[in-house]
């Protein structure tokens, strides 16, 4: 069965920190790996990783995916407290074309 | 483009009692996800639908149904509800799956379930 892990849980930072937010997984047939944001709504997408080694970013944030070791990481720097939120890792199976969540990591930002 | 709906945002309803949720998926696309999300359980795949038929399947029991209509709009039906099904559940949206830039998943807002 498929399995991602993300750590830590859960991160306590102040503004202007650098996070590096992991996420491990095991999935036959690995297609694609996602990033999401969830505030106290719906997850809104981040990230789709399918490649090794290249790094995607948008402003502070950034991921990037190692498919060798099984894993990827999402950066933030400069940490602002909107960033506070739960960050979703998603890992897509082509053949159950269904993606597996991890736990989540709950990132709280303090001014 | 508008994004994913779903209706009702807010339920409540009794245990032994059925609901019908209903998610429009982004103009375009046709695959339709349904996940359920507990504060125990984190995201938990139900089904994906793609061209009103459904095409994968979570481990959840047969009291959770849905279907996909012609214009790619679904929906969900859970019978015999347990105190248990209470959770968030999220509808998403993805486009054409043979392109290479897809699976990216785009949520609805969820609709808040609560059996009593």
């Known amino acids: 069965e498929d399995k991602v892990v993300q750590s830590p849980l859960s991160l306590v930072v102040h503004e202007g920190d650098t996070v590096t937010l992991n996420c491990s997984y095991e999935v036959t047939n690995f297609r694609s790996l996602l990033w999401y944001k969830q505030e106290k709504k719906a997850p809104t997408f981040l990230f789709m990783l399918?490649?090794?080694?290249i790094e995607k970013k948008s402003g502070r944030l950034s991921s990037i995916l190692d498919k060798k070791e099984l894993f990827s990481i999402l950066n933030i720097t400069a940490t602002q407290t909107g960033d506070s939120a739960v960050y979703l890792c998603?890992?897509?199976?082509?053949?159950?074309?269904?993606?597996?969540f991890g736990d989540g990591t709950t990132l709280t930002v303090k001014p | 483009k508008a994004g994913v709906t779903q209706t009702p945002r807010y339920l409540i309803k009794t245990r032994g009692q059925q609901v019908t949720l209903s998610c429009s998926p982004i103009?375009?696309?046709?695959?339709v996800s349904w996940y359920q999300q507990t504060p125990g359980q984190g995201l938990q795949f139900l089904f994906e639908?793609?061209?009103?038929?459904?095409?994968n399947k979570g481990n959840f029991p047969g009291r959770f149904s849905g279907r996909q209509f012609s214009n790619s709009r679904s929906e969900m039906n859970v019978s015999t509800l347990e105190l248990g099904d209470s959770a968030l559940y999220l509808c998403a949206s993805s486009p054409e799956p043979t392109s290479g830039s897809t699976y990216e998943q785009y949520f609805g807002p969820g609709t808040r379930l609560t059996v009593t």
């Open positions: 998603a890992v897509h199976n082509t053949n159950a074309g269904k993606s597996t």
């Open positions: 103009s375009g696309h046709r695959s």
């Open positions: 639908y793609f061209s009103e038929t459904q095409r």
């Open positions: 399918t490649s090794s080694g």
